[in-house]
């Protein structure tokens, strides 16, 4: 669907250069992008690359699996519909941790295998279980602790203090997760008292 809407945008805005004329600007736009964006992605790549180097040595020393550890008895609360021991909380867990340190790319794989780890749990296949709905409002509001992406585009726009909004993210992002878990609560309640 989403490749639908944007062969849309992309084929009407073809469509719209060629009748206004402005074809030649276009193609400026087009390579100024494309040189803006392989800039970024040389920037934030040093950045990103340390991060993840540090996160697969906490991985090695065990670091993330005792984190893991420490949040999966609340996990159990958040997902009751998931037996106790069960490989998709730690996978969630770990999923969860990942992306407390701003490192999406690399809690991507994690959270994949808990969403395939949750389908195995589901009993109606074509539709996705309230641990999974839970699942990924936790994946997409979650608490973070370092925004790396951040943190590596303000150094690269040259921000004087590129660290200073660590405490903002933390915030948002908590505030984000609290009502997003809350709204998820309340509906899963109300489809409760309807069934």
Known sequence: MVNKIWSTFIIAGIMFALLTGQFEL???????ST????????QIFPVIALWLGIMNIASVAGLLKRISEIISPYLGRLFP?????????SLIASNIVI??????????PFGLKAMKSLQTLNKEKDTASNSMVTFLIINTG????????VISMRMMYGSAHPTEIVAACIIATLISLIAGISIDYVIRKRGQKRA
């Not at 519909?81 to 909380?89: F, N, R, T």
């Open 35 to 42: 040189k803006a964006s392989f800039d970024l992605t040389l």
């Open 99 to 108: 992306n407390m340190f701003g490192l999406g790319n690399a809690a991507t």
């Open 81 to 89: 519909g998931i037996p106790k021991g069960h490989e998709a909380l």
């Open 26 to 32: 276009i193609n400026r736009i087009i390579l100024e």
């Open 142 to 149: 979650g608490v973070t602790i370092i925004p790396t992406t």
